[in-house]
């Protein structure tokens, strides 16, 4: 098992790869599980010559869809480490050393913010249990601010441009989305003004997005945290995404500017801090407020909340429990590169976003749809259909040469790279722009 792991790491990231058929698989895996064992050798082989090529390598640096992750060799290794040991990262009874570390990264991560260091939180799987977290605290101060009992519903303002499991989680926690619709597809002071007067019965707290899924583009946060502060609602950030630029790209930060401001913050480092699958961060700027809300109290639970075991417990920050301390390999990498290699890895793949802009300007059937903010960028192809583009994309992945996939802008359907990647080079954007031809 050991020397799998070897060898994997030592060959760099899996092919591309292409999905494999359901009913394909479910045969390859056909009694596999059985009442008597079976020796490895031949389960891993399983696992090597029948699932793994149906993997779609996301740390492969021409996987350009989605928000692919990078995770580092020393982070992976550490993941490895950590998850040979049976360690639960739930309680500081339990897992003290562990919750220490992962706070270490967290006050790393909130002072780069411009957070108070009173401020913290914990990881969690994804940016969508994080965000899901930080706005049912949001929805209790709001109800208590407001003097609503728990059955009252109330309003969390969202732009169109949101991920999607921002709208989800409004819905899960029974609160009521009022989706801005953003001509320049970035929130707005005014577009937020406009929702608390026209809009909203029981505002609640206002959700920016820094770095939009669909073209990483950044809210206008200052302005939204002043008439949130003003109005009393809760500032919620989603940096899951641009998380990586905001905090570790000094060039980006004026563009972020307000980030510091966020009653909490989610950065995703399993996008762009290079974390193994699966880590997000959660940061509030008053833990006690979140603690108030998610601490689960049972009889057989107390102990965990006795005075000299209450330091920091990471189930009082989220809806979770039992949890991976999945914070722990970003902390070793952290260490042993030092944030300045954070730095330069971010600044590669921001420079290499803002070097596929200029080649497409500069090719005839190619144009930038608007230049990129962070490092998504929206390519035209001049005269292509929707169909077009499906077709191209399948292609692309079929002939193994990348993976892009086409998404829509004000209506047009158009090509979107997204680039996470440090690895990912002018080279290989070249022969894919190449392919559009
Ligand atoms: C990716 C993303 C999410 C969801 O995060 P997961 O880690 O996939 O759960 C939420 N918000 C934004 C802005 C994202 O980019």
Not at 9 to 27: H, I, R, V
Not at 209 to 227: K, M, Q, S
Not at 238 to 264: C, K, N, Q, T, W
């Amino acid at each position: 098992m050991l020397s799998t792991v070897r060898r994997r790491m030592a060959n760099g990231p899996l092919p591309l790869g292409s999905p494999g058929g359901q009913a394909e698989l479910k045969k390859a895996l056909d009694g596999v599980i059985g009442p008597v064992g079976r020796d490895p050798r031949d389960v891993l082989r399983i696992y090597e010559e029948v699932l793994e090529p149906t993997f779609v390598a996301m740390d492969n640096p021409t996987f350009l869809a989605f928000f692919q992750g990078a995770p580092s060799q020393a982070a992976t290794l550490f993941d490895m480490l950590v998850s040979s040991v049976a360690l639960r990262g739930v309680t500081w009874l339990g897992a003290s050393g562990a919750v220490a570390a992962e706070n270490q990264v967290l006050d790393l991560l909130a002072a780069r913010a411009g957070l108070p260091d009173t401020a913290g939180g914990c990881f969690l799987s994804g940016g969508s249990a994080a965000n899901l977290s930080a706005l049912v605290v949001a929805r209790d101060t709001a109800r208590r601010r407001l003097g609503l009992d728990d059955s009252r519903q109330v309003d969390i303002i969202v732009s169109d441009q949101a991920h999607p499991s921002v709208l989800h989680a409004i819905r899960i926690i029974g609160a009521r989305p009022i989706v801005v619709t953003t001509p320049s597809c970035r929130l707005t002071a005014a577009g937020l003004e406009t929702a608390l007067r026209e809009r909203v019965v029981a505002p609640a707290a206002v959700i920016a997005t820094a770095g939009t899924p669909n073209a990483g583009l950044v809210d206008d946060l200052a302005a939204i945290a002043d008439v949130a502060s003003r109005s009393g609602i809760w500032f919620h950030v989603d940096a899951a995404y641009g998380g990586g630029a905001a905090l570790f790209d000094p060039d980006s930060r004026a563009v972020f500017a307000g980030i510091e401001r966020a009653d909490s913050l989610v950065v995703d480092p399993h996008k762009w801090l290079f974390s193994p699958y699966d880590c997000s961060a959660l940061i509030y700027r008053r833990p006690q407020s979140a603690r108030a809300v998610h601490t689960q109290r049972a009889a057989y639970f107390d102990v965990i909340h006795d005075a000299e075991h209450l330091e920091w417990n990471p189930s009082d920050f989220a809806y979770h429990s039992t949890r991976r301390p999945r914070g722990l390999p970003l902390w070793f990498a952290l260490a042993v590169y030092g944030t300045a290699a954070f730095e330069d890895a971010v600044r590669t793949s921001l420079r290499t976003a803002r070097e596929l802009a200029a080649l497409v300007e500069s090719t005839p059937y190619l144009e930038s749809v608007l230049p990129p903010e962070l490092s998504v960028v929206l390519v035209r192809r001049k005269g292509w259909s929707p169909r077009d583009y499906q077709l191209w994309s399948a292609g692309l992945l079929e002939r193994q040469e990348g993976f892009v996939a086409p998404t829509i802008w004000a209506g047009e359907t158009v090509a979107r790279f997204a680039i996470l990647n440090p690895r990912t080079s002018v080279d290989m954007l070249e022969k894919i722009v190449a392919s559009m031809a």
